[in-house]
Each structure stands twice: as structure tokens, then as C-alpha cells.
């Protein structure tokens, strides 16, 4: 028998679409989990769209509900803390020192940290998180770090073209962070792949080896918004829900999330393809189907997308 895990999942909420909470609750619990769910901010949908309107929660009121409810007054256990989108410097910074020391005073709950900072070398938050992240990576103790190519070069102060480049940047990431314990960047646009129209999602595990994995994921002509929420909370799942099976290793659960991402991203592709001009370049999907995706994400065992390289 096993039992329920608990996440306490902390990122943005959007009431149309599916990004942040919204991308990684219905499939943390479709796969078995019970999930806290805090919203750092209410858009009304992704700031992909041209417009979008809504609020975001201040610090305060954050820290009040993390530290005097959730884990206060209730006393809940969680055997993951799955962070994404932080509003500001300052909330980021409260929020990140309650979840740290929860992970400090017991080693049983997992951070899986998500640093959002930007994309496509465009910050989406003040400059000034990048630092703050630094920081956090530094001093607090954390299962997993989900960065996307533009992220890690941030975090670990270099840019990064080749594959050489690439293990160079994650030997950095764990000279500066050795308190985390894997890493995944996603989507690493290397030159040596440029003609195969790929992208390198590539991983690292501390405690087992000095060497990356990396496996290549054909690309899709589009852009995906909730992708790298979806990867972070899949890696949480197939990382710490044994699904009755013993634990895995993070190149076994890379190649199996990537295979779920992969899959729902074609879809929804698909689905939003139907009836649209195919000549359109690069077309800009406004929200992952995931609903639609139910079938996908029913998956047990999941299937692998190949084998990862060295
Ligand atoms: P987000 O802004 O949604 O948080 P991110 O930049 O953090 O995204 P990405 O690296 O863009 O994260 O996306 C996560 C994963 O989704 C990638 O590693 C890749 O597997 C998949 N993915 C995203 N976009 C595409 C695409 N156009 N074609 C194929 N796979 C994609
Ligand atoms: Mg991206
Ligand atoms: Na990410
Ligand atoms: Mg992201």
C-alpha cells in the first residue's frame, strides 16, 4: 500500500489558461497527489496573450498563510515544496527562508525549485532576483533545480552554445551550489545540434555521478507557455511518488517526464493546429490542453522518449 504525498505548491494562478499552478496542479493530482495549493499571484490569463489583467499577493500575506497557517497552525507535513513564480524580491526572499528552514528542521520534505527569472534572454522579474536566487541556491539545501538555458547561464554567470560549454556550465552550478542535489536545464539550444532542429534537456545528479546526461527532444514549431511548469512538476512526481515502484534514477524520470511533456505539447499542438493557416510560421500556442491530455497523463508505467547520452 502506499500512502498519499503531500506538495505544497507555491507559483502564479491564472483563471483562463494553463501556466504556473494552474499547469501543474491537475496533473500532480491526476497522478495521485494531494495538493496545497498557494498563488503567489491572479492574472487573468498568461502575459503572453496581449492582454491580461489581474493582482498579485503582497509578501505579507504570503508569509502569514506559509508560516502562521500551513505550517503553523496546522502542523501539515509535506513531503514536497514545489516552487515556481515569485512576484517580487522581497516576497521571494520571505518565502524562500520559511521553505528553507521547513527543509532544514526536516530532511523528509523535498524543495524542487523552479528559478523563474526569464526566457530567450529576457528577464520577467526585477533584475535583482537573480541575486536573491544566488542565494537561496547557495545556503538552503534543495532536491531539485528546474532552470530553463537562459536561467542557468544567469545562475551560473556564463553563456552557454556547446555541449562543452554546457558541462562546463553544470560543474560551475555545482562548485557554487553544493547543496543542490540535481539539476535539469531544459530546452539548451546547442550549435553542435543546430541542424537537427533539436533541443538538449540535460541533467545532473550529485550523488551519483560527475558526468551530465542529456537527451534531444525534436522541436516543435511553435511557442508553448506552462512547458517548464509542466516539466518541473512531472520531475517532482516521478522523482518522489513511487508509484509502487522502487526509486528511480533522475535519467530514468527525465526520459519518462519528457516523454509525458512531449506528448501533451504535440497535442495541444495538434488540437490547435486543426483549422489554423499551416504556413504560419513559429505559431504561438496560448495554453497547454491539458484536460485533453488526460490519457497522457494516466500513464503508469510511463514510457521513456530514448535513451539519455553522454
Ligand atoms: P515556461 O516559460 O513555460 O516556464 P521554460 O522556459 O521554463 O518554460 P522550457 O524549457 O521552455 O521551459 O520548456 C520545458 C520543456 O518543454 C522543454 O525542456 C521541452 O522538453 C519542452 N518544450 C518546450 N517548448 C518546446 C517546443 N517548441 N518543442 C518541443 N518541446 C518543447
Ligand atoms: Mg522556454
Ligand atoms: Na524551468
Ligand atoms: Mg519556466
Same mark, same amino acid.
Given at each position: 500500500l502506499h500512502t498519499t504525498k503531500k506538495v505544497l505548491s507555491i507559483q502564479s494562478h491564472v483563471i483562463h489558461g494553463y501556466v504556473g499552478n494552474k499547469a501543474a496542479t491537475f496533473p500532480l493530482q491526476y497522478r495521485g497527489w494531494d495538493v496545497d495549493v498557494l498563488n503567489t499571484v491572479q492574472f487573468s490569463n498568461h502575459p503572453g496573450y496581449a492582454h491580461f489583467t489581474g493582482f498579485k499577493f503582497s509578501t505579507e500575506e504570503l508569509v502569514d498563510i506559509v508560516?502562521? =497557517?500551513?505550517?503553523?497552525?496546522? =502542523?501539515i507535513k509535506y513531503d514536497a515544496v514545489l516552487s515556481g513564480y515569485l512576484p517580487n524580491v522581497q516576497a521571494l526572499q520571505k518565502v524562500a527562508g520559511i521553505v528553507g528552514q521547513l527543509c532544514e528542521d526536516d530532511e523528509n520534505v523535498k524543495w524542487v525549485l523552479d528559478p523563474v527569472l526569464g526566457d530567450n534572454g529576457r528577464l520577467y522579474v526585477d533584475e535583482k532576483c537573480v541575486a536573491v536566487y544566488r542565494n537561496i541556491l547557495q545556503n538552503f539545501r534543495i532536491f531539485l533545480a528546474t532552470p530553463n538555458q537562459f536561467e542557468m547561464e544567469l545562475l551560473v554567470g556564463m553563456s552557454i552554445h556547446t555541449l562543452d560549454d554546457a558541462k562546463r556550465a553544470f560543474e560551475l552550478f555545482h562548485e557554487k551550489y553544493p547543496r543542490v542535489a540535481r539539476v535539469v536545464v531544459t530546452s539548451l539550444e546547442l550549435s553542435e545540434f543546430s541542424n537537427d532542429n533539436v533541443y538538449v534537456v540535460a541533467g545532473f545528479d550529485s550523488s551519483l555521478s560527475n558526468e551530465i546526461f542529456f537527451y534531444k527532444i525534436p522541436k516543435i514549431n511553435a511557442t508553448f507557455s506552462g512547458s517548464g511548469d509542466l516539466i518541473s512538476a512531472m520531475l517532482t512526481d516521478s522523482l518522489l511518488n513511487d508509484h509502487g515502484h522502487t526509486q528511480q534514477t533522475l535519467s530514468t524520470s527525465l526520459g519518462q517526464v519528457l516523454w509525458l511533456v512531449t506528448s501533451i505539447l504535440q497535442r495541444t499542438y495538434d488540437l490547435n493546429v486543426a483549422g489554423q493557416d499551416p504556413h504560419d510560421s513559429a505559431i504561438r500556442i496560448k495554453d497547454l490542453k491539458l484536460i485533453q491530455c488526460r490519457d497522457i497523463l494516466k500513464q503508469d508505467p510511463v514510457p521513456t522518449i530514448g535513451k539519455p547520452e553522454t
Amino acid at each position: 500500500l502506499h500512502t498519499t504525498k503531500k506538495v505544497l505548491s507555491i507559483q502564479s494562478h491564472v483563471i483562463h489558461g494553463y501556466v504556473g499552478n494552474k499547469a501543474a496542479t491537475f496533473p500532480l493530482q491526476y497522478r495521485g497527489w494531494d495538493v496545497d495549493v498557494l498563488n503567489t499571484v491572479q492574472f487573468s490569463n498568461h502575459p503572453g496573450y496581449a492582454h491580461f489583467t489581474g493582482f498579485k499577493f503582497s509578501t505579507e500575506e504570503l508569509v502569514d498563510i506559509v508560516e502562521k =497557517g500551513l505550517v503553523g497552525a496546522l =502542523g501539515i507535513k509535506y513531503d514536497a515544496v514545489l516552487s515556481g513564480y515569485l512576484p517580487n524580491v522581497q516576497a521571494l526572499q520571505k518565502v524562500a527562508g520559511i521553505v528553507g528552514q521547513l527543509c532544514e528542521d526536516d530532511e523528509n520534505v523535498k524543495w524542487v525549485l523552479d528559478p523563474v527569472l526569464g526566457d530567450n534572454g529576457r528577464l520577467y522579474v526585477d533584475e535583482k532576483c537573480v541575486a536573491v536566487y544566488r542565494n537561496i541556491l547557495q545556503n538552503f539545501r534543495i532536491f531539485l533545480a528546474t532552470p530553463n538555458q537562459f536561467e542557468m547561464e544567469l545562475l551560473v554567470g556564463m553563456s552557454i552554445h556547446t555541449l562543452d560549454d554546457a558541462k562546463r556550465a553544470f560543474e560551475l552550478f555545482h562548485e557554487k551550489y553544493p547543496r543542490v542535489a540535481r539539476v535539469v536545464v531544459t530546452s539548451l539550444e546547442l550549435s553542435e545540434f543546430s541542424n537537427d532542429n533539436v533541443y538538449v534537456v540535460a541533467g545532473f545528479d550529485s550523488s551519483l555521478s560527475n558526468e551530465i546526461f542529456f537527451y534531444k527532444i525534436p522541436k516543435i514549431n511553435a511557442t508553448f507557455s506552462g512547458s517548464g511548469d509542466l516539466i518541473s512538476a512531472m520531475l517532482t512526481d516521478s522523482l518522489l511518488n513511487d508509484h509502487g515502484h522502487t526509486q528511480q534514477t533522475l535519467s530514468t524520470s527525465l526520459g519518462q517526464v519528457l516523454w509525458l511533456v512531449t506528448s501533451i505539447l504535440q497535442r495541444t499542438y495538434d488540437l490547435n493546429v486543426a483549422g489554423q493557416d499551416p504556413h504560419d510560421s513559429a505559431i504561438r500556442i496560448k495554453d497547454l490542453k491539458l484536460i485533453q491530455c488526460r490519457d497522457i497523463l494516466k500513464q503508469d508505467p510511463v514510457p521513456t522518449i530514448g535513451k539519455p547520452e553522454t
